[in-house]
Nanobody, 122 residues
Framework: QVQLRESGGGLVQSGGSLRLSCEPSASLFSFNEMGWYRQAPGKQRELVAV??????????TYADSVNGRFTISRDNAKNALHLQMNSLKPEDTAVYYCHADQKLSGRTYDFWGQGTQVTVSS
């Protein structure tokens, strides 16, 4: 069973920055797609940013609400996934989850971290 360990959440003022990290128990290269999702109180979990595996490091996709402010990246040397969040807004407040999936023998296996809280004060 793959485990994903998130870190880097916290409390920050509006306009500030945070960097989230996700360290999987398996190699980054074993995953087809990795990304970050978030869930605010009373709302459904939503995609923030994903990166699809490739030899060159993958290509990212962002939610419109964070495009231009957030950057997802892979650190192959440290086997970690990061989410750099700049110009944070109160509406970015949520629990952020790392997600990864593996495709094996025609099936897709999804893995989730336990989440890290991000709170942006106005």
């Amino acid at each position: 069973q793959v485990q994903l360990r998130e870190s880097g959440g916290g409390l920050v003022q509006s306009g500030g920055s945070l960097r989230l990290s996700c360290e999987p128990s398996a190699s980054l290269f074993s995953f087809n797609e990795m990304g970050w999702y978030r869930q605010a109180p009373g709302k459904q979990r939503e995609l923030v940013a994903v990166i699809v595996d490739s030899v060159d490091g993958g290509w990212p996709t962002y939610a419109d609400s964070v495009n231009g402010r957030f950057t997802i990246s892979r650190d192959n040397a440290k086997n970690a996934l990061h989410l750099q969040m700049n110009s944070l807004k109160p509406e970015d407040t949520a629990v952020y989850y790392c997600h990864a999936d593996q495709k094996l023998s025609g099936r897709t296996y999804d893995f989730w971290g336990q989440g890290t809280q991000v709170t942006v004060s106005s």
